[in-house]
């Protein structure tokens, strides 16, 4: 039987591939599909609920949004990204910006408030290890770099993905650093490592084999700040 899909599936790199392979994934083009049509209702209920975002922000979605996986049952894991001084306008705009997802029918994120509020890059650039890079910084940090998707706002989202990678060559010069071996930094590895294996463990919650939460929502593995896990060398 065949499956009709819309342009933003078949043009997309697995429906490129589908195409000329004879795939059938109609699942993961169906979520494409998805993601595609809210992206675009996204968009319209920023523009009709605060309109055109201050040049020193961004307004970010991870997760399944982020990788094309979205569904009618995935919640929308948002972050007013704040990249200069701060204002007390931000927090009206965030409020804003969670009541019109609210109000759209959206699922909101969880209750740790580590998505849906606002977030400023110098604690995502700075706080990179030890004490002050708790669960919840180290959680934006990593889906800022590895899935998430600016709607608007992509000049100061980029800025501060590069601020990021820039702070981790910093601090692996700081401890030894060869520039001839062109190695991927030791504290960016091991914190892609600490990532992965919360992501594991969460699919092991859901397939039953434990219970237990932690306070993060990447998700968690119930670790505090940076002693998750051993530097990878």
């Known amino acids: 039987m065949q499956v009709s899909h819309d342009s933003s599936s078949t043009s997309s790199p697995i429906g490129r591939a589908c195409d000329k392979f004879g795939l059938h994934l109609p699942h993961i083009l169906a979520a494409i599909e998805e993601t595609s049509s809210k992206q675009d209702e996204i968009v319209r209920l920023q523009s009709a609920g605060v309109g055109r975002l201050p040049d020193n922000t961004a307004l970010v979605i991870f997760g399944s949004f982020a990788r094309n996986e979205f569904t009618r049952s995935s919640d929308l894991d948002w972050t007013f990204l704040v990249d200069g001084p701060a204002d007390p306008q931000h ?3 965030a409020n804003a910006i969670g009541h019109s997802y609210k109000q759209a ?13 606002m977030a400023s890059s110098h604690e995502l650039i700075h706080h990179i290890g030890l004490d002050e890079d708790t669960n919840r910084n180290f959680t934006r940090r990593m889906l800022l ?3 998430s998707r600016s709607v608007a706002g992509e000049v100061v989202h980029h800025r501060v993905i590069r601020g990021i990678l820039d702070r981790y060559l910093v601090a692996e010069r700081s401890v030894a650093w060869n520039p001839i071996e062109r190695q991927v930094p030791r504290f960016l590895l091991n914190d892609i490592v600490r990532s992965g294996g919360r992501w594991q463990s969460t699919m092991l919650r859901r397939n039953g084999n434990r219970t237990t939460s932690g306070p993060c929502e990447m998700p968690s593995c119930g670790c505090q700040g940076s002693s998750c896990m051993p530097l990878v060398c």
């Open 91 to 93: 927090f009206k705009l």
């Open 105 to 117: 029918g959206f699922t909101a994120p969880g209750a740790t408030m580590t998505f849906g509020t």
């Open 145 to 147: 770099l590895l899935e």
